[in-house]
């Protein structure tokens, strides 16, 4: 097992079992539901389950719980895979699928309804809810509780041959209904539901429940810990009962963790799904987004969701954790392998009078002061630059280091340059153009006299800098807990995405593809958007993926 991996209540209970020999091979599962994109919160799961089965040499199976072919698609199963994969982990030849045991499941469906165990209910669902009682109150008995299992087995049987509508009738478990736990007040366990499914087309118009469907898949898969969140406690008594009147091969362990909570973001496909529906988003892979083609999309890469996962470690209570710190284990990512690169997001032209017109001077300019072995490249430096319109003050304050009237300042990788005079718009007052000269002497930003300055400013050559359109965003929501809003899309902050159009970037990112990141100076850590074009009509468009300003490393270093 990893060292740097802590040892968490979940690995304590396996390594347990294997000093029991309980088990001989540990074999956990991802179950996702095929109805959305998955987001951090799975990526937690994810990397639970897979990292188990990789620490103790087991294996993890990928099994879609597609059961609902009323809300699953293709699309979310071929994305589900690339999220999957791109984090890390692969599941060989273990890809399932709980259509693949339907035939079996109704089998143990009739097998329970020949031992008395289940029967089915011709009550509507609003009947159902009332008969099942609440918290305060226990349920009541159905009238059809009690029909004799030949009964039973003859209405089952037309439920599958599509004889009734939906809704007409259901098979329930026949448990207790005074039980304390709702879960166990004879839960249903198959629907009739008159749409084709993805694999199965028409084969099938009644579906198992995820309860009754996930522990036997479990089961048939020899699954050995199935390790879940918190809300499926109350589920377990269910998923033991389940397992314990049939003849399955094996009864795997039912265990939960706190589920990821991540400030300022949900964790619900439903109404992840219900942004991209409203079109308040651009796509599941809006890089506003929680999911993990979104944070992909955005820049963010598999190592540093990985550490984060592992970091925040596995309890046994809920909790929030700030998205600072999601924000913090990118930086620290991106600050080893990310290259530097200069861009200009709000141009000032600088004309340096005392430069030779039509002189390039290639400049030395380090990729990675983190990463040696990264190299350098060279830099075009002409007469003609633009720097950042924030880095030029006409009137500046006390403490103002950036360029001004009269003031020097050192261009990143070049020279020292001194503000001249300035030009401005007859209509605005804003300044437009800056004439400055050039200390020759000061090559590579470092003067031969010993002399310093206390602003540093980055830059692009005019002649050879690229248009960029650059994204910038902030939290999605205006709220922190954006769950607990009952109008979710109202909840979107309008400001979250700010486009930046005419930024100027170094012609260095001439060739940087889709998915390319790289830490602007001074901006903050970008990656190269699907939207980017390359060819003729070449169009170059960045996401940033994280700014400079580590909140989280701040917090812990005050603590």
Not at 91 to 105: R, V
Request: hydrophobic letters at 35%.
């Amino acid at each position: 097992m990893e060292e740097s991996l802590a040892r968490d209540f979940i690995r304590a209970i396996i390594e347990e079992d294997l000093k029991n020999k309980t088990h001989e091979e540990i074999i956990t599962r991802f179950p996702p539901e095929p109805n959305g994109y998955l987001h951090i919160g799975h990526a937690k799961s994810i990397c639970l389950n897979f990292g188990i089965a990789r620490d103790y040499n087991g294996r993890c199976h990928l099994r879609f719980d597609d059961t609902d072919p009323s809300k699953e698609e293709i699309e979310y199963i071929e994305s589900i895979k690339e999220d999957v994969k791109w984090l890390g982990f692969d599941w060989g030849d273990h890809l399932y699928y709980a259509s693949d045991y339907f035939e079996k499941m109704y089998e143990y469906a009739v097998l329970l309804i020949t031992g008395n165990k289940a029967y089915v209910d011709d009550l509507s669902p609003e009947q159902i809810r009332e008969y099942r009682g609440t918290l305060t109150r226990t349920g009541k008995e159905s009238p059809y509780r009690n029909r004799p299992a030949s009964e039973n087995l003859d209405l089952f049987r037309r439920m599958k041959d599509g004889e009734f509508d939906d809704g007409a009738c259901v098979l329930r478990a026949k448990i207790d209904m005074s039980s304390p736990n709702m879960n166990m007040r004879d839960p249903t366990l198959y629907r009739i539901k008159k749409v084709p499914h993805h694999r199965t087309k028409d084969r099938w118009c009644i579906y198992p429940m995820y309860d009754f469907a996930h522990c036997l898949s479990d089961a048939m898969e020899g699954i050995t810990h199935s390790i879940c969140t918190l809300e499926f406690e109350d589920h377990r008594p269910l998923y033991d009962w389940i397992l314990d009147q049939l003849p399955v091969p094996c009864h795997p362990r039912q265990i939960e963790f706190a589920r990821l909570n991540v400030s300022h973001t949900i964790m619900s496909k439903r109404k992840l799904g219900l942004l991209v529906e409203k079109k308040a988003v651009s796509g599941w892979d809006d890089p506003r987004m929680p999911t993990i083609s979104g944070l992909r999309r955005r820049g963010f890469t598999p190592e540093a969701i990985r550490t984060f996962c592992d970091r925040i470690g596995v309890a046994k209570t809920n909790s929030v954790v700030d998205l600072a710190l999601l924000e913090h284990y990118i930086r620290e990512d991106l600050n080893k392998r990310a290259p530097r690169m200069m861009a200009v997001l709000s141009p000032l032209k600088v004309v340096i009078d005392n430069y030779q017109e039509d002189k390039v001077e290639w400049l030395d300019a380090e990729n990675n002061p983190e990463d040696p072995a990264m190299g350098s490249r060279k830099l075009p430096f002409t007469r003609e630059l633009f720097i950042e319109r924030d880095d030029f003050m006409e009137d500046p304050p006390p403490k103002y280091f950036r360029l001004a009237p009269g003031r020097e300042i050192r261009l990143k990788h070049a020279y020292y340059i001194r503000c001249e005079t300035v030009e401005k718009d007859p209509k605005t007052g804003e300044a437009v153009e800056i004439h400055c000269t050039y200390d020759e002497k000061t090559r590579g930003g470092w003067s031969e006299d010993g002399r310093k300055v206390r602003g540093t400013s980055h830059w692009v050559s005019a002649p050879h800098a690229l248009r960029a359109e650059v994204r910038l965003y902030d939290h999605l929501f205006c709220v922190p807990n954006p769950a607990e809003e009952k109008d979710i899309v109202q909840s979107v902050d309008p400001e979250s995405l700010t486009v930046l159009d005419g930024c100027l970037v170094e012609p260095g990112l001439a060739d940087a593809k889709p998915g390319d990141t790289c830490q602007f100076l001074r901006q903050g850590y970008f990656s190269v958007d699907a939207d980017s074009k390359a060819g003729v009509k070449k169009r170059l468009v960045f996401n940033r993926t994280a700014t400079l300003r580590d909140t989280w490393a701040k917090i812990q270093k005050k603590q």
